[in-house]
């Protein structure tokens, strides 16, 4: 194991930071095991079995083929209309699949695939929030999805691929959410109505946040990745 050390702004300052390097968090996945690395204690199980720990983008990561996920029981990494983001990897030839989602039956935050590209949706009558661009592309893709808070207004959400903005907000629909707390996160499927619905292919890097993340921050974590 090797260790990587970074200085700026202060050369002869070489006293590591007091906080995590994760502690803006709500949990953090990479994948090399079903560990949370946030230290909020988030490690998740098996719901039905699914390979992990197998070569991915950045070290090891998640090899779905459509019979399996992982779950985290009785977390809501956010409730209501509260600020959020969601990034990770992703590589798939499937041209439409669950990536994540938390909630319960009837209001949930899930992100997806379909042929047009990354979406959210948010519950049976809930508003959704379409986006632009290939996933199923046998590629290793970079997906950031964020809510500002503040208010319940769907159309505040942006989709980022590969640190572009990819929103199609003619294919959305506006209108209030209140994701729920106290279900289950899962990831490589969704929080649906009747079923998990799993997606095929590779995940890496699944990283949660209650901050809003802008197109900056987007741009670069895909770059720097």
């Given at each position: 194991q090797k260790t990587i050390t970074a200085y700026w702004g202060n050369e002869s300052n070489q006293t590591p930071p007091s906080s995590p390097i994760w502690s803006d968090y709500e949990g953090v996945w990479h994948l090399n095991s079903r560990d949370d690395s946030s230290g909020n204690g988030h490690s998740a199980s098996d719901e039905n079995s699914i390979p992990i720990a197998t070569a991915s983008l950045i070290g090891n990561g998640l090899n779905s083929t459509g019979s399996g996920n992982l779950v985290v029981?009785?977390?809501?990494?956010?409730?209501?209309?509260?600020?959020?983001?969601?990034?990770?990897?992703?590589?798939?030839?499937?041209?439409?699949?669950?990536?994540?989602?938390?909630?319960?039956?009837?209001?949930?935050?899930?992100?997806?695939?379909?042929?047009?590209?990354?979406?959210?949706?948010?519950?049976?009558?809930?508003?959704r929030r379409q986006g632009n661009g290939t996933i199923g592309d046998s590629n290793w893709n970079h997906l950031l999805v964020s809510y500002p808070g503040n208010n319940a207004d769907m159309n505040q959400t942006r989709i980022y691929l590969n640190g572009e903005l990819a929103d199609a907000p003619g294919s959305s629909s506006n209108g209030s959410f209140a994701t729920a707390s106290g279900g289950a996160?899962?990831?490589?499927?969704?929080?649906?109505?009747?079923?998990?619905?799993?997606?095929?292919?590779?995940?890496?890097?699944?990283?949660?946040?209650?901050?809003?993340?802008?197109?900056?921050w987007a741009k670069f974590s895909y770059e720097n990745q």
């Open positions: 029981s009785n977390f809501s990494p956010v409730s209501g209309a509260g600020s959020r983001s969601a990034s990770l990897w992703i590589k798939s030839t499937s041209q439409n699949g669950r990536i994540l989602g938390w909630g319960d039956t009837s209001n949930w935050w899930n992100l997806s695939w379909d042929t047009q590209g990354p979406y959210i949706d948010t519950g049976n009558t809930g508003p996160f899962r990831v490589g499927a969704n929080q649906n109505v009747s079923a998990v619905t799993t997606m095929t292919g590779e995940l890496d890097e699944v990283r949660i946040s209650q901050n809003h993340r802008g197109p900056a």
